[in-house]
């Protein structure tokens, strides 16, 4: 297993409500530490890492729901359309609706069909599908 060079790890409350969340959106656990409370995921090369809050918690303030505010995480998939029936289906919290979103890079636009979901805990979840460049 290789790790990224970046891998947010975000502290829950309840370990097995996360978990359901993200397995029914396709996560995979690569590997768990039971008497932690602890999770790998990976989805399509992202990859997550949930902890449930305990007193051995790296914390810098305050944790209440919603945790992760002013921050979304973005992750690319193959397939937005069936996530997003997904999140539908179960009744997930669609923050934003899914959408098409052009994005001024340099000298063009780059091309996302997108949309925002909150996970138990209140993090934003943004799954993207790239839909190519084009000039500006």
């Not at 923050?95 to 209140?122: A, T």
Request: proline content about 2%.
């Amino acid at each position: 297993m290789q790790l990224n060079c970046l891998v947010p790890e975000l502290y829950v409350k309840d370990i097995n409500r996360s978990l359901a969340f993200y397995n029914r959106l396709d996560f995979k656990i690569l590997y768990q530490r039971e008497s932690e409370k602890f999770a790998f995921l990976e989805h399509n090369g992202s990859q997550l890492m949930l902890e449930e809050l305990s007193k051995h918690s790296w914390l810098t303030g305050l944790t209440e729901i919603p945790f992760g505010r002013g921050i979304n995480f973005q992750i690319r998939v193959n397939d937005i359309n069936q996530l997003y029936e997904i999140s539908l289906q179960n009744n997930f919290q669609i923050y934003k609706s899914i959408h098409e979103k052009w994005y001024h890079v340099k000298d063009y636009l780059h091309g996302q069909k997108q949309f925002l979901v909150q996970d138990p805990d209140g993090y934003l979840i943004r799954f993207f599908q790239a839909l190519g460049n084009k000039s500006t």
